[in-house]
């Protein structure tokens, strides 16, 4: 991954998931809220209503 981040270009890379991620984590901000700041509110309720024990 990070060859194809170099061989792009910061402005590509920068528009990465996989790099918005890692410079949210850098700050503290987990893989939870990092869902929710990029899901819609109906696709956050639904991965929420996914994520039950089954029984």
Request: net charge negative; charged share 20%.
């Amino acid at each position: 991954m990070r060859q194809a981040m170099t061989a792009a270009g910061f402005a590509a890379a920068n528009s990465s998931w996989a790099f918005r991620r890692h410079a949210l984590e850098r700050r503290d901000l987990g893989y939870t809220a990092f869902m929710q700041q990029q899901l819609s509110a109906e696709d956050w309720d639904f991965l929420q209503q996914q994520d039950v024990e089954p029984a």
